[in-house]
């Protein structure tokens, strides 16, 4: 991400890039399981299975802080329901899932999974169909957060809903999710959600080598994601991004269409959220409806706002180190973590507003050396529609 | 930079507005405004504050709809049912009174989004910058006086150079009608002078409206001259005949 050639060009794909992209992928696709699998498990750098599915899971994060990274950083839709992408996601892996555990289950029916046994269901139901192919599950996993968020998208930006209020809808969106997907008649578990997974596509989810699978999964997932991300924004559509970001009305005179830039970036990045909770419910062994609290959404933005919205390395970093906090505060000091979960939100937006990657930034460019720009100011997520009245 | 150098109408008629009323909770901004631009004309709109200079821009690009009357370009095509996007690509540009560049992109940036070229979600995606592009680009830079600050954040410029790319944005984008309001708001004496030469420069090929306050200006755009008061045309003419009329004289130019 260097400052721009002479004629003002950035050029994203450099071999510097490149070399720094394929030391991470070394790292987290060949270092850990090597580490996991090939060294003494009482070695010091070995990684222990228990560590396996955590990484794992942050991997999982990773990605869907990158998904509204995409929307939030680089075009200005803070979306406080991101977290519901994640979960019809991991809901329609979840249900593959629940398929797959056939006659096992506790009232060992072949067809209907155990809740539905409880409930009292005679038979499977239209929308169960077709969810004991892993393939077709896959394909939901993308299509059910997709046309979701295309749908949602369309009407809200086709209305003009942007800023405070996009996000509060978006809060509505989560919310009104969580309710249903609590209730059991809705035909997904009601309040237990979909668990006592046992394997997937034919590997028991217990052993070691599925979720080292799985964990590789993510890991490739994640690698995916950002290149897909990377190469938007820095096309010239994400330029456009950038340009609404700040000054919607005017991209609109521009000639872009403003709704349709805005409904392909939603919608992209409702789809890697999907892939996201896919990825991730495995791993955990659990997909309930908690995954839809408004809370949940919040945090993703934490995560980035932390690392560094508007740079992807940033919410990759931001989900990383806000749930390794997590993970550690949790069981060492419960009682404080809401406390640093909301101080650190705090601390991002009034001292760095760019987050963990803004202030390496400013480091570097207060080094004499630095021709480079000023810092780019912080910008408001859509408020460009405010001053529209004359 | 007198009226000899005005650009020549061709007599096609370029924009017209025919009995627009635009009405806020009741106070209407523009009252049954009818107005005829043709092909190649510039034209300069002057008026008092609230007479619907502004509003009058806003039906013409769209962003507001009128609450009754028509509006056409090029005789065919309804404005009043198009949106903003769709109106800026039948080629009609707008710059506004405040300079509206985007601020964390690079000078180089801002005029390749402005450059002709699809709009398209999808071709905006996979889209690369041709040589021709390139070329235009470094031509407009030149200018607009900017090539030294190509690579900067169009935010780290001064506001005269902020100006200067919003025109130079204008340039590089193929427009037939270009809407200005208050172009040289802000600006010293010099950079006036300057951007007069520019607009009458840009004039002879393309139609250009200028909504202006500053009558040294309008006089040296030496252009016919619409005067608006109360949301309709009072008078229109030469500047002369506008500055003469007596009508004119006591809502705008006697006070």
Redesign the interface.
């Known amino acids: 991400m260097s400052a721009g050639s002479a004629v003002g060009e950035r050029n994203a794909w450099s071999l510097r890039f490149w070399v720094g992209f394929a030391v991470c992928a070394v790292v987290l696709v060949v270092l850990v399981p090597v580490l996991n699998r090939a060294v003494e498990p009482n070695s010091p750098v070995a990684v222990p299975d228990y560590l396996v599915p955590l990484l794992g899971k942050y991997l999982c994060y990773a990605i869907l802080a990158l998904s509204l990274d995409l929307v939030w950083g680089y075009a200005g839709i803070l979306s406080l329901g991101h977290g519901a992408f994640f979960a019809l996601g991991g809901y329609c892996m979840g249900m593959y899932l629940m398929r797959q555990i056939g006659t096992r289950g506790v009232y060992g029916n072949p067809l209907l999974p155990d809740f539905m046994v409880f409930l009292q269901y005679k038979e499977l139901p239209w929308f169960w169909w077709g969810f004991d192919h892993f393939l077709y599950a896959a394909a939901l996993v993308m299509l059910v957060p997709g046309v979701f968020a295309l749908i949602f998208g369309w009407l809200a930006f086709r209305s003009r809903v942007t800023g405070v209020y996009l996000s509060i809808i978006t809060q509505a969106m989560t919310y009104a999710l969580w309710l249903a997907f609590f209730r059991n008649d809705m035909g997904f578990g009601g309040n237990n959600g979909l668990t006592d997974f046992k394997d997937i596509i034919g590997f028991d989810l217990h052993r070691p080598t599925t979720r080292l699978g799985l964990y590789l999964a993510s890991a490739v997932g994640l690698g995916i994601a950002y290149l897909l991300c990377r190469f938007i924004t820095n096309s010239k559509l994400g330029r456009v991004l950038l340009a609404l970001r700040d000054t919607e009305s005017r991209v609109r005179f521009l000639g872009y269409s403003v709704t349709n830039a805005k409904l392909f970036v939603f919608t992209v990045s409702a789809v890697l959220a999907g892939i996201a909770g896919a990825l991730y419910v495995p791993q955990v062994g659990i997909i309930n409806p908690s995954e839809f609290s408004p809370a949940n959404s919040i945090e993703i933005a934490i995560w980035v706002s932390v690392g560094g919205r508007g740079t992807l390395v940033g919410a990759i970093l931001g989900a990383g180190l806000v749930n390794l906090a997590k993970t550690w505060l949790t069981s060492a000091a419960p009682e404080i973590w809401l406390f640093i979960l909301g101080g650190l939100f705090i601390l991002t937006t009034l001292v760095f507003p760019r987050g963990i990657v803004g202030i390496f930034r400013q480091l570097r460019w207060t080094r004499p050396r630095a021709q480079s720009p000023a810092a780019p100011p912080l910008a408001v997520g859509g408020s460009g529609a405010a001053k529209e009245q004359a | 930079m007198n009226a000899s150098s005005a650009p020549h109408p061709t007599g096609d008629v370029l924009l017209y507005v025919n009995g627009v009323t635009v009405s806020f909770d009741g106070f209407k901004a523009l009252n049954e405004l009818s107005l005829v631009v043709e092909e190649g004309e510039l034209r300069t709109i002057i008026g008092p504050n609230g007479a619907g200079k502004?509003?009058m821009m806003?039906v013409v690009?769209g962003?507001t709809r009128p609450d009754s009357g028509e509006v056409f370009f090029r005789g065919s095509a309804d404005l009043t049912r198009l949106?903003?996007?769709a109106i800026?690509?039948l080629g009609i540009?707008?710059k506004?009174q405040r300079p509206?560049v985007?601020?964390?992109?690079?000078?180089?940036?801002n005029l390749?989004?402005?450059l002709t070229g699809s709009?398209?979600?999808w071709r905006?995606?996979?889209?690369r910058?041709t040589q021709e592009g390139?070329a235009r680009?470094?031509a407009a830079l030149e200018r607009i006086g900017l090539a030294e600050e190509?690579?900067?954040?169009a935010?780290?410029l001064s506001h005269g150079q902020k100006q200067w790319l919003e025109i130079g944005?204008l340039l590089i984008?193929d427009r037939q009608l270009l809407l200005l309001d208050e172009p040289v708001a802000g600006m010293t004496d010099r950079e006036t002078e300057e951007t007069a030469a520019l607009i009458l420069d840009l004039a002879r090929d393309r139609t250009i409206i200028v909504v202006e306050h500053d009558m040294a200006f309008v006089r040296s755009l030496g252009a016919r001259v619409t005067v608006l008061h109360e949301g309709s045309v009072l008078a229109e003419g030469s500047v002369e005949h506008v500055q003469n009329h007596p009508r004119v004289i006591e809502v705008y130019l006697g006070r």
């Open positions: 502004t509003t806003d690009t962003k949106d903003e996007a800026a690509n540009g707008r506004f509206t985007f601020e964390n992109l690079t000078v180089f940036e390749e989004l402005a709009r398209g979600t905006t995606l996979f889209g910058l390139h680009i470094a190509s690579g900067k954040p935010g780290a944005m984008h």
